[in-house]
């Protein structure tokens, strides 16, 4: 092994690398471990502490990347390795632009809109969980609930959360939770969770159909997908994210001491709130003994109080007489007067009408020397084309009728 790593050291060191960035993880020594993959393949890598601590940035999965290093072999394993000396970005890798696609696709068409997502229920009924059988999350879901609320059921909807056929198995599982849901069951809250991994690891959870699933979910969805630093495009379009499975449980399941804690305050206020009613009743009480009295007072009091009415009662009568009378008398000497005038009023109107209507007398018209003729059935006559040569008709006068014919 050793002398096929000074080959590789003599015939291509140093090497500049270029790739994307996958399962970067850190370990505690401070030593760094990475693979840099391209369409072609990938070769593992390490950044030494020395090295690392020299990195002006935070490498994540799927960055684009360039590395200067020397390429060696790993010697218990006999792997090819590269060495990095100095790491820095050379823009977002393949895959890391393609999340950002579809990050923006799928928040044009608004299911990452904060408008939709709704409040998990203050109590749940029951949780439904959807992750792998085999999955470490699913554990640390359980022991969560377990600890925190044992008095609900849990309901597991398995499903792959890696590899080509995750995708369907999710958007089926958190299809069929909602189905029982819909259907009264007890579940009516949702945890999507799965433990960390690469971006690739997580892809899953980033498939189109897998955020419409989260999105079409009647019941709210908590995703716990990875660690604090990991998104997906589930953690935007879910109704909450938590950073971890465990967080995702302790979300949606307030713990027993929490729960008791709030009724123990609920207990305090309502003693109070009843205890300050009591002591408000017995201070109305008192007030009211105190107006009460003796009852020979009271039957005082009252009977001084009616003869106070009782005087007001027939001074008010008295006094309302006197005014009747008053406007009696006014009404009466006004009276006469406005007869007159209206009796003169009405003369004049009289006298104006009969004179328009003397006016209006055919008679006047005809005494003017203007005649008023009819035809034989006594239909007035008021244009040529109504007579014929030969017709015979009627002329009024002022004194009497004649009998015309008419020549052309």
């Known amino acids: 092994m050793r002398a096929v790593a000074d080959t590789l050291a003599a015939r291509f060191n140093p090497v500049t690398v270029r790739g994307e960035l996958s399962g970067f993880s850190r370990a505690a020594s401070g030593h760094c471990y990475f693979s840099l993959k391209d369409d072609s393949g990938q070769v593992r890598c390490a950044l030494f502490r020395r090295a690392a601590d020299q990195l002006s940035f935070s490498p994540q999965d799927g960055q684009l990347v360039q590395a200067l290093g020397k390429l ?19 823009g977002q890798g393949a895959l890391f632009e393609q999340f950002l696609r579809l990050k923006a696709q799928l928040e044009a068409e608004g299911l990452f809109d904060p408008a939709r997502k709704r409040p998990l229920p203050a109590q749940a009924r029951g949780i439904a969980v959807v992750t792998s059988l085999g999955a470490a999350a699913l554990r640390d879901v359980v022991t969560a609930l377990r600890r925190r609320v044992p008095h609900l059921p849990v309901v597991i909807y398995p499903a792959l959360v890696q590899g080509q056929l995750a995708p369907a198995q999710i958007d089926a599982a958190i299809t069929a939770a909602g189905h029982h849901f819909s259907a009264g069951g007890p579940c009516d809250v949702l945890l999507l969770v799965r433990g960390g991994g690469s971006l690739e690891d997580l892809w899953s959870f980033n498939d189109p159909a897998v955020v419409r699933a989260v999105v079409r979910s009647p019941m709210p969805v908590v995703c716990g997908v990875g660690h604090e630093t990991d998104f997906t495009l589930a953690d935007f379009a879910a109704d909450l994210r938590a950073p971890t499975p465990t967080a995702a449980a302790e979300l949606c399941a307030p713990s027993r001491e929490q729960r008791l804690g709030e009724l123990a305050h609920l207990q305090s206020s309502l003693s109070d709130a009843v205890h300050a009613e009591l002591d408000l009743g017995a201070q109305r009480l008192d007030r009211i003994a105190q107006r009460l009295g003796r009852p020979s007072t009271r039957l005082h009091d009252s009977r001084y109080a009616l003869a106070r009415l009782q005087h007001r009662l027939q001074s008010g009568l008295q006094l309302a007489a006197q005014a009747q009378r008053n406007r009696v008398q006014s009404l009466a000497l006004a009276l006469t007067p406005a007869l007159q005038r209206s009796m003169r009023q009405q003369e004049d109107r009289w006298q104006r009408q009969a004179t328009a209507l003397a006016l209006l007398d055919p008679q006047l018209v005809l005494e ?41």
């Open 72 to 90: 060696d072999v790993y010697g218990p394993r006999g792997d090819l390795q590269l060495i990095v000396d100095r790491l820095k970005p050379a």
């Open 368 to 408: 003017r020397g203007y005649a008023y003729l009819t035809d034989a059935d006594g239909d007035a006559i008021t244009r040529t084309a109504q007579t014929r040569p030969g017709q015979s008709i009627r002329a009024r006068l002022s004194d009497g009728q004649l009998g015309l014919t008419v020549d052309r």
